[in-house]
């Protein structure tokens, strides 16, 4: 199994999976900063030229990351929660999907990358990543995981991007939303959590936000 793989929100929450499930598998680093998912060879994996993607050994390919986590959970039978639950499991990881991960990435874009300050652009996304944590948050206030009575992929989803909120909230992180944030504490204490972390160490990757970054990251950008 080949795991395409950058340390950011939607890979995490798929190595998570991986970690957590025991599957054996060849970490192919992608430098999204120098472009390398836009390779004709990465494209033929996954043409959004996005990472997570994986490859198993049959030629089997599966790309975006909820994709991968349902594809990982289902064929193991782990992590999905009982039967009863499969509406709810569905509908939360796209909440999460749909809602906090794109906002939460326009967020960060805005916040930190954007070339000019559009105050409009930063209060839009900062505060639609405001209410749908604050919807987790309330979630969580009278339960210990999202769906059911056990941990699943869409905990493992919401970690992925709870890493991430420094980013957007600064050093208050995930402090305005306390059951999110013991939720986040709770699986970043687990052992695959910890697992998932060292992955950075292992690579050596473009840090710099530069112009040649820049236009990798936004290609439409440069083209406007």
């Known amino acids: 199994m080949k795991f395409y793989y950058h340390p950011s929100p939607n890979p995490l929450k798929t190595a998570l999976l991986l970690e957590e499930l025991g599957l054996d598998y060849d970490l192919i680093p992608v430098d999204t900063f120098k472009g390398e998912q836009h390779a004709a060879d990465f494209l033929a994996i996954n043409p959004n030229a996005k990472v997570p993607a994986l490859v198993e050994g049959d030629g089997t390919t599966v790309f975006d990351s909820n994709a991968i986590l349902l594809y990982l959970a289902d064929k193991a039978g782990r992590f999905t929660g009982a039967p009863s639950d499969r509406g709810e499991l569905i509908s939360w990881l796209f909440f999460i999907a749909t ?126």
Do not use: C
């Not at 930190?112 to 996304?125: F, G, S, T, V």
């Open 99 to 224: 809602g906090l991960s794109p906002f939460s990435g326009q967020a960060v874009h805005f916040l930190a990358m954007a070339p000019e300050d559009l105050p409009y652009a930063k209060n839009r996304y900062l505060k639609e990543v405001e209410r749908h944590y604050r919807i987790l948050d309330e979630r969580l206030a009278t339960r210990e995981y999202l769906v059911g009575d056990d941990y699943s992929i869409a905990d493992m989803a919401l970690w992925g991007w709870g890493n991430f909120a420094p980013y957007i909230f600064g050093d208050a992180g995930l402090s305005a939303y306390p059951n999110v944030q013991r939720l986040f504490d709770a699986i970043s204490a687990r052992p695959a959590a910890a697992r998932v972390h060292a992955l950075k160490e292992s690579l050596t990757l473009k840090q710099d936000l530069d112009a040649d970054a820049q236009k990798a990251l936004f290609p439409q950008n440069a083209a406007a």
